[in-house]
């Protein structure tokens, strides 16, 4: 069964410094979305893209967020200059429609740790 | 503004026994999605069951089903002969309306089920 993958699995990291998350999205989707979770605490949505472009995007997702979609399979959320408060999961979605029955998909998560 | 609520943080069940988790959401759009993911301790989103707005009956998946409430605005999950593998976080998400290609998902707080042998 098609699954979305993310790597890495997790990640520690120094405050101020950049981070990549990756995420490849099941293969006949067409939207994408990135989530984190802080511990203990729940799912918040950061972003959508569709069509190469980003279609809405949180409050959270500030200029140190930014998403690219390199190739035709990854897709990836880049935080520049990382904060404490970045430590969380963070999921990517996938999903074929955004209506109906259609679910997204997530993947398995990236747990960032900046210290 | 859409929102959904999970009022129970953490619920015990015996094991073979059947459990609800609670769920409620506004919103003032007619069309709409609900959904119920498993997070189990090692922390990936599992789907579980989707509720559309204009339904006509419960969803149903297995063991899982949804008692969904239009008027109330609850669409609370039903798990029928829990197993200890059903110990995990269970979230509540909604789905606004298809508005400009977004689709995302608003999560409630979730609720932690342990079973017990």
């Known amino acids: 069964e098609p699954e979305v993958t993310q790597t890495p699995s997790h990640q520690v990291t120094q405050m101020g410094q950049e981070v990549i998350l990756r995420c490849v999205p099941i293969?006949?989707?067409?939207?994408f979305y990135w989530y984190r979770q802080i511990l203990g605490q729940k799912v918040e949505f950061l972003v959508s893209?569709?069509?190469?472009?980003?279609?809405?995007k949180s409050e959270i997702f500030d200029d140190q967020f930014s998403v690219e979609r390199p190739d035709g399979s990854n897709f990836t959320l880049k935080i520049r200059s990382t904060k404490l408060e970045d430590s969380a999961m963070y999921f990517c979605?996938?999903?074929?429609?955004?209506?109906?029955?259609?679910?997204?998909?997530f993947g398995p998560g990236t747990r960032l740790l900046v210290l | 503004a859409q929102k959904i609520t999970q009022t129970q943080p953490g619920m015990f069940v015996q094991e073979k026994e059947a459990v609800t988790l609670d769920c409620t959401y506004d919103?003032?759009?007619?069309?709409?999605?609900l959904f119920w993911y498993k997070q189990p301790s090692s922390g990936e989103m599992i789907f579980l069951i989707y509720?559309?707005?204009?339904?006509?009956q419960n969803a149903t998946e297995g063991r899982y089903s949804l008692n969904f409430q239009k008027a109330r605005k609850s669409a609370n999950l039903v798990i029928s002969a829990s197993q200890l593998g059903d110990s995990a976080m269970y979230f509540c998400?909604?789905?606004?309306?298809?508005?400009?290609?977004?689709?995302?998902?608003?999560f409630g707080q979730g609720t932690t089920l342990q079973v017990k042998p």
């Open positions: 893209f569709y069509n190469n472009e980003i279609s809405e």
């Open positions: 979605a996938s999903s074929e429609e955004t209506s109906g029955r259609e679910t997204q998909y």
């Open positions: 998400a909604m789905r606004e309306p298809y508005s400009g290609n977004t689709g995302k998902l608003i």
């Open positions: 293969s006949n989707h067409l939207y």
């Open positions: 919103t003032s759009d007619p069309s709409y999605g």
């Open positions: 509720q559309g707005s204009y339904d006509q």
